[in-house]
């Protein structure tokens, strides 16, 4: 249920052309933030590769031209894909490295001033269930969460002193585009996470956006340097 909870709040949201990051997007804005969205591809404020060198920067500078500030930050850009560890080559696990942790890593470093300025910054990172956890097929996947996880709490360490908040959501199976091909080559991958979540279904962008928003609000003031699980209870079991 939209609210005013975010009103005044100024957020740059990045992976928002598609699934958690424009659920995100549109939940932000909907609890009254101003959000500045980018992606590679999609109806967003600002189209690019934030792969590429200086493209974090020059999203920073442009989120800010626009909205006045910035004291949010979001990066839900990712990747993910089955890859049996033997033939393996180099350039995938370097290329999900890049889009899932250097990329946020970028982005958190070059709007760390703004976010410091603003005396109560909020940063949202995604992580995963494999955060925490590994399983075969994903071990470029899994590396780069575990290493979102740290880097999310190495921050907050490092930013707290300013006021600024850093949590690591840590989503289960959601129905989204970048999970979709998974899902309809191999329907028994989809059963089994239904049958593994104790809520018996995938979640959606929503249920990730929803908690998301309760991280950017004042509402979670107090809560900083954490993994937080939002996996219809699949892990308890695990």
């Known amino acids: 249920m939209a609210s005013d909870r975010l009103l005044g709040r100024k957020a740059i949201v990045t992976g928002a052309g598609s699934g958690i990051g424009a659920a995100t997007a549109a939940r932000l804005r909907a609890d009254g933030a101003q959000v500045f969205t980018a992606d590679v591809q999609g109806d967003v404020d600002l189209v690019a590769d934030l792969t590429a060198e200086g493209a974090n920067a020059r999203l ?49 470093r070059d709007a760390a001033p703004w976010l410091k300025a603003a005396g109560n910054g909020r940063i949202v990172t995604i992580g995963s269930t494999t955060s925490s956890h590994g399983d075969e097929g994903l071990c470029a996947y899994s590396a780069s969460k575990h290493a979102v996880l740290g880097f999310t709490k190495s921050v907050a360490a490092e930013l707290g002193p300013f006021g600024v908040t850093a949590n690591c959501v840590q989503p289960g199976a959601i129905a989204t585009p970048m999970t979709a091909p998974a899902f309809t080559r191999m329907p028994e991958f989809r059963t089994f996470w239904e049958n593994k979540a104790a809520l018996r279904r995938l979640g959606q962008p929503e249920d990730i956006a929803d908690v998301i928003a309760f991280l950017c609000s004042d509402d979670a003031r107090f809560m900083s340097g954490h993994g937080v699980w939002v996996d219809g209870g699949a ?4």
Do not use: W
Not at 81 to 101: I, M, Q, S, W
Not at 235 to 238: A, S
């Open 60 to 108: 920073v500078e442009q989120a800010v031209a626009a909205m006045g500030g910035l004291d949010t930050l979001v990066p839900c850009a990712g990747i993910s894909a089955f890859h049996p560890l033997e033939g393996h080559d180099d350039a995938y696990f370097l290329k999900v490295l890049d889009v899932n942790l250097v990329a946020v890593f970028r982005l958190v």
């Open 235 to 238: 892990m308890v079991r695990h």
